[in-house]
């Protein structure tokens, strides 16, 4: 989603926002998930990645669901300290036994509004049953 200045200028110069609806999770970035630079590890990043894209897998699925795949991930900027990390899911697709969900993470500066989209990719989850096998996405 983007917003144009109204003056004409070059898509290059266009605002990003974060999507209009709640995000699936929410969270502070930490020292204790940053480097000695101040920069916050990718591995955390995905990991809240994960556990937001699994709030609409799992409520789609009716159960459990186990991450299967990580496709096209993207780190555009990266999260300091500070930071309020927000994460973005929605379904992108079903299959059989499958859910794809495109997540975007958005970060709101510690000193200030600026909100800057930090990381987005597609994760995909499969349902599975209590043995932890794929069991078919619920149709109804």
Not at 36 to 44: E, L, R, S
Not at 106 to 118: P, S, T
């Amino acid at each position: 989603m983007t917003r144009s200045s109204g003056s004409g200028a070059t898509p290059e110069a266009e605002l990003e926002i974060p999507p209009a609806e709640e995000p699936a999770l929410r969270t502070l970035a930490m020292p204790a998930d940053a480097n000695p630079n101040g920069d916050v590890f990718g591995g955390w990043v995905l990991a809240q990645m994960d556990l937001a894209g699994a709030v609409p897998a799992s409520a789609l699925a009716r159960g459990r669901i186990a991450t299967v795949a990580v496709e096209a991930l993207r780190f555009h900027k990266p999260v300091m300290i500070g930071d309020l990390v927000s994460c973005y899911a929605r379904i992108e697709r079903v299959g059989t036994t499958s859910i794809a969900v495109r997540i975007q993470t958005w970060a709101r500066r510690r000193f200030g509004d600026e909100n800057v989209k930090v990381t987005e990719g597609i994760f995909v989850y499969v349902s599975i049953d209590d043995s932890g096998r794929p069991r078919p996405v619920p149709k109804d």
